[in-house]
């Protein structure tokens, strides 16, 4: 401790010496100088580094909790009566009246005239029936290529009824119908320096038939579903040529497992007396099937059998049958492919109703289809817009065409037959916007090729149709139908050569407009113009049809 106090004492008598030396030195070199103060000193201490730490303690000895507990549930007496609360009242939409009985009548140029009334039992579970009745009939004349005007008179009647008895899963149903058409054989080559009258080639057609069935709707798919049914029908000419038509049809159909099986047989037979045919002809399809189903797709595969029985010889026909259909997006495509055949009967009714002025009890063969080919794709652009395109091959023996007879002036037509290809492109458009606005479209292309035919006589390259209807508040509907229809060709003899001559009848151009008027409910107005454009259109060769003609009139319902 003393040595210390003695260091402490020598080192501070040193650093005073050093003092009082500086102060002489600076004694020695005075020298003036200017000092120029900027600021006011301040004494400022730099900030120190340290050592920034928790003080921590390491225990190697984990002390864990334990315990126990429980939850004792305690239920809280609630004493709680809730309101009671009005069952609710669910209305449905009203029932749109219906009226059961239908009256129509009207009158026009071409001294035509036209009424309908019709008949339906309403709203009855148990059973449905009903009636409609038709009369349209003209008294006018129709002038001909060679300014000739020709009887051509019409009168067309046609009488249908029918009804249906419900009977649980089954039910009972029936119908029967009157047809009488009386026309003239008004048009003629224009070559042949004839006149005809009123009586002279006039025609009458009557057809009568009925048919009952007897049809189930068991929900149970293990049990089989049947449609029975049986008609007749009778049909003559004036020349006291008739038909009797007998026919039978036995639908079934039933599940097994996710696959429909199903049953066709349908019996025709035909007896026939004309002065042309009196051929018997009977003709029996079989056609067993079953249909696949998936969530996008459809098969439908089975066997066409037919029998073409005469009178003197019978043939038989196999026919495969299959149908693909593939829902690729949902219903805006679904393309779509079929195979399939068949004998298509050609008797005396079906002729008239496809030329009436065909002569009287001819005697067509039926047709044989060999090859019925189907490619094609349907679907819509939108909710309310849709469509259908196809393509068809066909092969047929015995197709047949009308022509002229040249036995006589030619306003009869015979047929004549030929084994044909036939391919056809199809294309369908829709636009249904709710009930105010429709509009559909429809055209067709046509292609034959003939064995040994020249032309596929009396058939156009293609056809079209447009409809337009528009719904206004629904107080006024208009529509308008224009249909075009390709050229054709025909065959007419002279009476002073033996070689034909092929003419080409010229394309069909049919403009029609509609408009009804509905005063009320019950009671509506309407004006119907047919060929607005006066143009002279042929179907068939030598015989055109009505200009420009117009009809107005009413309806009305109670």
Not at 24 to 47: G, L, P, Q, R, W
């Amino acid at each position: 401790m003393k040595r210390s106090a003695l260091i402490s004492t020598i080192l501070l008598l040193a650093g005073t010496q050093a003092i009082f030396a500086q102060n002489d030195i600076n004694k020695e070199n005075d020298i003036n100088k200017e000092v120029i103060v900027v600021k006011e000193y301040e004494a400022t201490v730099s900030d120190a580094f340290k050592i920034n730490f928790m003080p921590e303690i390491k225990d190697t000895i984990p002390v864990i909790t334990k315990f126990q507990y429980f939850i004792e549930p305690n239920v809280p007496e609630i004493n709680y009566s809730p309101q009671q609360i009005p069952a609710a009242k669910v209305t449905g939409e009203p029932i749109q009246q219906l009226y059961n009985t239908y009256l129509r009548a009207g009158a026009g140029n071409y001294t035509s005239f036209l009424g309908e009334a019709g008949f339906n039992v309403l709203r009855k579970k148990e059973y449905t029936a009903g009636f409609f009745y038709k009369h349209q009939s003209s008294l006018s004349k129709i002038k001909l290529s060679n300014d000739y005007k020709s009887p051509a008179q019409f009168s067309d009647n046609s009488f249908t009824m029918g009804g249906e008895k419900f009977m649980g899963t089954k039910s009972l149903y029936g119908s029967a119908w009157f047809e009488r058409n009386v026309f003239h054989y008004y048009g003629f080559n224009p070559v042949f320096d004839t006149t005809l009258t009123d009586d002279s080639e006039r025609q009458r057609l009557m057809n009568i038939g009925t048919k009952i069935g007897l049809k189930s709707y068991f929900p149970d798919s293990s049990r089989i579903n049947y449609d029975f049914s049986a008609g007749y029908n009778f049909f003559e000419n004036i020349q006291g040529g008739y038909q009797n038509h007998v026919l039978a049809d036995a639908r079934l159909t039933n599940f097994y497992k996710n696959e429909l099986l199903m049953l066709n047989i349908n019996v025709n037979y035909y007896n026939k007396m004309s002065s042309i045919d009196t051929v018997n002809n009977g003709i029996i399809h079989l056609n067993p099937g079953v249909r696949f189903f998936g969530d996008k797709w459809r098969i439908e595969a089975g066997l066409m059998f037919d029998v073409d029985a005469y009178s003197d010889s019978l043939f038989y026909h196999y026919y495969p049958s299959v149908f693909l259909q593939y829902n690729v997006i949902e219903d805006l495509l679904i393309p779509y492919f079929g195979f399939s055949g068949g004998i298509k009967s050609n008797d005396f009714r079906s002729i008239a109703r496809e030329n009436p002025f065909t002569l009287p009890g001819l005697q067509v063969k039926n047709t044989n289809n060999l090859i019925q080919l189907n490619l094609g794709f349907k679907g819509r652009f939108s909710r309310s817009s849709s469509f259908n395109i196809s393509g068809a091959y066909g092969v047929y023996e015995d197709m047949f065409f009308f022509l002229p007879d040249s036995n006589g002036i030619e306003n009869k037509f015979n047929v004549v037959y030929d084994n044909v290809q036939l391919m056809q492109f199809r294309g369908e458009f829709a636009i249904k916007k709710s009930e105010k606005f429709n509009a559909f479209l429809t055209t067709n292309y046509y292609h034959y090729t003939c064995d040994s035919q020249q032309y596929a006589w009396h058939k156009p390259t293609y056809d079209m149709t447009l409809a337009l209807k528009y719904n206004l508040k629904n107080k006024i509907i208009a529509g308008i139908d224009i249909y075009n229809q390709g050229e054709t060709w025909s065959r007419i003899w002279h009476n002073d050569q033996n070689v034909p001559e092929i003419i080409k009848v010229k394309s069909i151009i049919d403009v029609n407009l509609n408009v009804e008027y509905r005063y009320t409910k019950l009671l509506s107005f309407y004006v119907n113009a047919n060929n607005l454009i006066h143009r002279k259109n042929y179907y068939w060769s030598n015989y055109p049809v009505q200009r420009f003609n117009i009809m107005a009139g009413l309806s009305y319902m109670f």
